[in-house]
């Protein structure tokens, strides 16, 4: 039987409702239960640093630059047009974003890509509307068990009625982790690690990530999709990192 839009919306609310009390909502950064559904508790959402306005309009590099260009966007072009990230990666989101990937809390997705759909809706507005996750390589996938890029992007998706495909972006070969590296370290590591499907040819993406910092392997991601035919590229992030960590 074919259940009417009102009465979905009502069987969808109170599903939501009885999970709320089995699973009550709680803060993304300490985990403090809630009395309402929200992102973060009082104390952790005073603390939240957003990426201010003055940025590179490329990268969202802090400061005010000529042409509006940091230098490394201005004497190392990117292969994407635009990054952005709402938050800088500091405090409660820097916290929300280590129990998501590192904590093994998967189910933190759904709530992230809602808070990054909210904060970032003035640049999704102008965005493509094909969503390409950064992935992880296969090792590092059995060893999370979750991949939390691919999570993050099918739960942005969803939130905004886009889609986001799994394998248009592998992993060729796995890299050191980027913490501790310098920035021309992490850009060696990274080079020629990913491949992009034939699929990815004549279509606008937005590359997802969790974190941007000097944008090493949203570079090489985003060369292995233009190798592939991709139109256009811009990235989306949840945070912008200010200092290499």
């Known amino acids: ?35 309402v559904s929200a992102a973060f508790c009082e104390t952790c959402d005073t603390a939240l640093e957003r990426v201010p306005p003055t940025c590179c309009r490329t990268c969202a590099e802090p400061g005010a630059f000529p042409s509006n260009k ?14 952005w ?8 989101v820097a916290r929300a974003i280590h129990r998501f990937k590192y904590e093994d809390h998967p189910e933190l997705a759904r709530p992230l890509a809602e808070l990054l ?12 509307a094909l969503l390409v996750a950064l992935p992880l390589h296969t090792r ?15 739960a942005l998706a969803k939130a905004t009625s886009r889609q986001a495909p799994v394998g248009l972006l592998t992993r ?13 370290e ?29 944008g090493a392997t949203t570079r090489a991601a985003a060369e292995a999709l233009r190798a592939a035919g991709a139109s256009a590229i811009e ?9 290499l960590t």
């Open 117 to 128: 759909a909210e904060e970032a809706r003035n640049f999704l507005s102008r965005a493509p």
């Open 70 to 83: 940091c230098p490394r966007c201005h004497l190392h072009p990117p292969p994407f047009s635009r990054a």
């Open 1 to 35: 039987m074919l259940l009417r839009p009102e009465m979905r919306f009502r069987d969808s609310s109170l599903l939501r409702g009885l999970l709320e009390l089995v699973y009550p909502p709680a803060c993304l950064a300490c985990a403090r239960v809630l009395p």
């Open 186 to 214: 992490r850009s060696q590591n990274v080079a020629e690690a990913f491949v992009a499907s034939p699929a990815v040819a004549g279509q606008g993406l937005l590359l997802i990530d969790d974190v941007f910092t000097t």
């Open 235 to 243: 990235v989306l992030t949840l945070a912008r990192a200010y200092r």
């Open 140 to 154: 590092r996938f059995r060893e999370r068990r979750f991949d939390q890029t691919q999570l993050l992007a099918g």
């Open 85 to 92: 990230a709402p938050f800088a990666h500091e405090g409660p």
């Open 172 to 184: 060729a070969r796995e890299t050191q982790r980027q913490v501790g590296l310098s920035e021309v």
